[in-house]
């Protein structure tokens, strides 16, 4: 079946502009991640749905980051007022449940390569 | 908190060469850890994990809790395997992954 599809791939935006990324999960997975990898770093935790509800959205840079998933299946994540330092790829991942045998893999999108100008 | 460390941004080995790839983990629980792939223009993917003890294309990595290290090796390098990889620490009461900044491992021919 289809994997996690991000979209759109590439976007440009003007700095105080405001973007929103859309993530697709695989369907039937319960759990959604959204991370921020800065150019030649590693992926850094935003934040975690389970279902709809948003359990944790510690990893947020700042209040200009909103991210929302209304019907426990497709999630967006709006940035309002974009800066130059939010540039870089955001990624979005999804899980099936935590099972007994240990954490389930996490199964990332392309990716959305965000540039600010 | 949790935190994961790459020490090398870059290993460069021959093809046929074994290959260790360092990563070591601070966490005060108890940790889950992982490594991620990414190849050349694919998407981040599941390597392998500590509790699944397996070997994934002739990788295999070993969880010391005593040093606090998930190191990632393979005894003979294959081109096939250049790629970043990323040391992953599952924690938390849910399924919150903290990755490490990467390695790129080039396998020259």
């Known amino acids: 079946g289809a994997g996690v599809s991000q979209s759109p791939r590439y976007k440009v935006a003007k700095r105080g502009q405001d973007v929103a990324l859309r993530c697709d999960p695989i369907s039937g997975h319960v759990s959604l991640f959204w991370y921020q990898q800065a150019l030649g770093q590693g992926p850094e935790f935003l934040t975690y749905f389970q279902n709809e509800a948003q359990l944790d959205k510690s990893g947020l840079p700042s209040d200009r980051f909103f991210a929302e998933r209304p019907e426990g299946s497709v999630s967006t994540l709006k940035i309002q007022r974009t800066q130059q330092e939010d540039s870089a790829v955001y990624l979005c991942a999804s899980s099936l449940a935590l099972t007994g045998g240990g954490r389930s893999p996490l199964h990332f999108g392309n990716g959305t390569r965000l540039t600010v100008t | 908190a949790q935190r994961v460390t790459q020490p090398e941004k870059l290993l460069s080995v021959f093809k046929g060469a074994p290959v260790e790839l360092k990563c070591n983990y601070s966490?005060?629980?108890?940790?889950?850890l992982f490594w991620y792939v990414q190849y050349s223009r694919q998407r981040l993917q599941l390597l392998l994990r500590?509790?699944s003890r397996e070997s994934i294309k002739g990788f295999t990595a070993d969880l010391n809790k005593g040093e606090t290290s998930f190191h990632l090796k393979k005894p003979f390098a294959q081109e096939e395997d250049s790629a970043m990889y990323y040391c992953a620490l599952g924690s938390g009461g849910y399924q919150k992954v903290t990755f490490g900044t990467g390695t790129k491992l080039q396998v020259i021919p």
């Open positions: 500590h509790i």
């Open positions: 966490y005060s629980g108890s940790p889950e």
